[in-house]
């Protein structure tokens, strides 16, 4: 057997079902994961699951063996294994990274009580809790660029979401600033540079506050949300994870207030209450 079909097996059978919100029930054959769970958790079908354990699949992409280490909560030295066994260069630290680590994803499924997401320092959401799409809709609608918080804002009319004049101004001269530092750290991601040379071609507010050369970072702000509860306002702050750039964006209600009360409202109505509305709200 390869080390990669045999490590992929151990890091499998290693994750609790529960540690992925499945349910552990009576009988099972496996500690872990079976391979139809680890298949839906990485998107990919049970098959290939089966060929790549049994060293019958080869050449997997960056892409599959990124959502592999996601499903299975490696950490980034034992993603950089599986690539590196895989015959695939690990990603370079030149590029954004998008990897979650177990300790971040587990703090999204412990905090099920408030709004939380993770970003990427280009601002492109990676992971998301049930409160967060119920208050600002389902990100797994958006694809491509526009899960990008950046070019929505600068791109997209604001609906539902309002900031004072001072706050709207400090929100975007931020996420100009940010962007420009993170161009700074990851000279080599083509999407980034992608990403910068768009919203510089087709948004003459982006381009404006890009041209002040400002180097900063979004961590806090306040703002209210229009939802199908009512209008809910909310303070939002964002967390850096140290060594991976992933920035932790939570919402929070002062408790006693109407807007708590909404927010507990909008816990229980979840994403039912959304129906067809397909909007992203900048954090």
Partial sequence: ??????????????????????????????????????????????????????????NPSPQLLA????????SGEERDHLFRVAGVAP???????????????????RLGDVPIAVFTATHDIVLWNDLWAALNGDPSRAVGIE???????????????EWDDE??????????????????????????ADLVARLRRESPEFERRWDTGRIAEHRASRKQVHTPVGPIEIDCDVLTVPGGDLRIVV??????????AKLDLLRVTGLQALGADPSLTPG
Avoid at 167 to 192: I, M, N
Avoid at 251 to 259: C, D, Q, R, S
């Fill in 1 to 58: 057997m390869s080390e990669f079909a045999s490590v992929l097996r151990s890091w499998r059978d290693r994750v609790r079902p529960e540690e992925v919100g499945l349910p552990a029930g009576p009988g099972r054959r496996t500690p872990g994961l079976r391979r139809e769970e680890l298949a839906a958790l990485a998107q990919v079908s049970v098959d290939y699951v089966v060929r790549l354990e049994q060293g019958r699949a080869t």
């Fill in 67 to 74: 959502s592999l280490a996601t499903a299975l909560r490696l």
């Fill in 91 to 109: 990603p370079s630290r030149q590029v954004v990274p998008r990897h979650i680590t177990p300790g971040v994803q587990r703090l999204v499924d």
């Fill in 147 to 161: 899960r990008n918080l950046v070019w929505r804002h600068f791109m997209h009319a604001h609906d539902g979401v």
């Fill in 167 to 192: 706050h709207q101004e400090e929100f975007s001269s931020d996420l100009a600033a940010d962007l420009r530092q993170a161009s700074g750290r990851y000279p080599a991601d083509r999407d980034l």
């Fill in 251 to 260: 919402y929070t209600a002062v408790p006693g207030t109407e807007a708590a």
